[in-house]
Nanobody, 123 residues
Framework: QVQVVETGGGLVQAGGSLRLSCIVSGRTVSSLTMGWFRQTPGKEREFVAAMSWMGGSLNYADSVKGRFTISRDNEKNTLYLQMNSLKPEDTAVYSC????????????????WGQGTQVTVSS
């Protein structure tokens, strides 16, 4: 059974950067297609980015293109989300998950969700 744990969230000023980590156990990250999502209170989970098990990024949400980068370290069995030029509207709980079927930008296509990590961007 795959388990994931997200770390790296925090409070940052607008324009700053954070790197989120998603530590994977139970399977090798190189065998998994995975995604990052974010959610704010009262809203549905929103797709941020996804990476294919083959190693290439699948897509980014329009709102983060050019600012966020998804990557992974196979030796550390960890998925990352580098977030630059952060904006207050990026404030959310960020979660990673494992894609198992269906459209890669749909939360319903994923399982093995982590608890999430809070990112707060102050203006």
């Amino acid at each position: 059974q795959v388990q994931v744990v997200e770390t790296g969230g925090g409070l940052v000023q607008a324009g700053g950067s954070l790197r989120l980590s998603c530590i994977v156990s139970g399977r090798t990250v190189s065998s998994l297609t995975m995604g990052w999502f974010r959610q704010t209170p009262g809203k549905e989970r929103e797709f941020v980015a996804a990476m294919s098990w083959m190693g290439g990024s699948l897509n980014y949400a329009d709102s983060v293109k050019g600012r966020f980068t998804i990557s992974r370290d196979n030796e550390k069995n960890t998925l990352y989300l580098q977030m630059n030029s952060l904006k207050p509207e990026d404030t959310a709980v960020y979660s990673c998950a494992v894609h198992y079927r269906g459209t890669y930008y749909a939360p319903s296509a994923y399982n093995s969700w982590g608890q999430g990590t809070q990112v707060t961007v102050s203006s």
